[in-house]
C-alpha cells in the first residue's frame, strides 16, 4: 500500500488523503486489517460494503452503461 501511495500522482493523493483508503475484494476480511492500513500509512481506511462482491457489481455497472464511461475516459486523456 504504501509503495502505491508513493507512485500517485499529487491530484489524486490529496483525494486519497481526504476520503481515505476504500478496501475491498477477500483481503478487506481480515481482522482490523482497516485498522492496521490506517496506522501505517496515516491515512483513514475503510471496508467496502460486500467487500467479496463490490468490484463484480461496479464492473457491471460499467460495462451496462460503456457508452457514458466510454466518453468519461476517452475526454480525460
Given at each position: 500500500v504504501r509503495n502505491v501511495?508513493?507512485?500517485?500522482?499529487p491530484e489524486l493523493c490529496s483525494d486519497i488523503i481526504?476520503?481515505?483508503i476504500m478496501i475491498s475484494?477477500?483481503?478487506?476480511?481480515?481482522?482490523?486489517?482497516d485498522t492496521l492500513?490506517?496506522?501505517?500509512?496515516?491515512v483513514p481506511c475503510h471496508i467496502a460494503d460486500e467487500p467479496l462482491l463490490c468490484v463484480a457489481k461496479g464492473a457491471g455497472v460499467v460495462l451496462n452503461n460503456l457508452d457514458v464511461?466510454?466518453?468519461?475516459?476517452?475526454?480525460k486523456r
Amino acid at each position: 500500500v504504501r509503495n502505491v501511495l508513493q507512485d500517485t500522482p499529487p491530484e489524486l493523493c490529496s483525494d486519497i488523503i481526504d476520503k481515505g483508503i476504500m478496501i475491498s475484494g477477500g483481503g478487506a476480511l481480515l481482522k482490523n486489517i482497516d485498522t492496521l492500513v490506517t496506522r501505517i500509512t496515516g491515512v483513514p481506511c475503510h471496508i467496502a460494503d460486500e467487500p467479496l462482491l463490490c468490484v463484480a457489481k461496479g464492473a457491471g455497472v460499467v460495462l451496462n452503461n460503456l457508452d457514458v464511461y466510454k466518453k468519461n475516459v476517452m475526454t480525460k486523456r
